[in-house]
């Protein structure tokens, strides 16, 4: 089981930017999806983005492609979510999550934002503003 604790949230400006970060222990292989989900008030939670640890690769939720950067430092064992030109829309509780499960594919291991991810964080708030 894999502890994971979220930072950075906060409230931004429509057009604005946040980064989360999300540090990882517990951890036992190096090989991971870690993610970020979030849910908005009154709605389902969703995914954002999801990286695999080893090969780096990445994936996007439609919303946010374009505006947000999930990217992994494996030596600070974190995670991190840049968002840029947030909306009101992007106002959410964001979790961050990790599973050993990771799809292998041509060009290496490769993460979904599947709702069964094994691990999650507390989450944090981001809270965008007209």
């Known amino acids: 089981q894999v502890r994971l604790v979220e930072s950075g949230g906060g409230s931004a400006q429509a057009g604005g930017s946040l980064k989360l970060s999300c540090v990882a222990s517990g951890y036992t292989v190096s090989s991971y999806c870690v993610a970020w989900f979030r849910q908005p008030p009154g709605k389902e939670r969703e995914g954002v983005a999801a990286?695999?640890?080893?090969?780096?690769?990445?994936h996007y939720a439609d919303s946010v492609k374009g505006r947000f950067t999930i990217s992994r430092d494996n030596t600070k064992n974190t995670l991190y979510l840049e968002m840029n030109n947030l909306r009101p829309e992007d106002t959410a509780m964001y979790y961050c999550a990790a599973d050993p499960l990771v799809s292998l594919g041509p060009g290496g291991g490769y993460c979904y934002t599947r709702p069964d991810y094994r691990d999650w964080g507390q989450g944090t708030q981001v809270t965008v503003s007209s």
């Open positions: 990286i695999a640890t080893g090969s780096g690769r990445t």
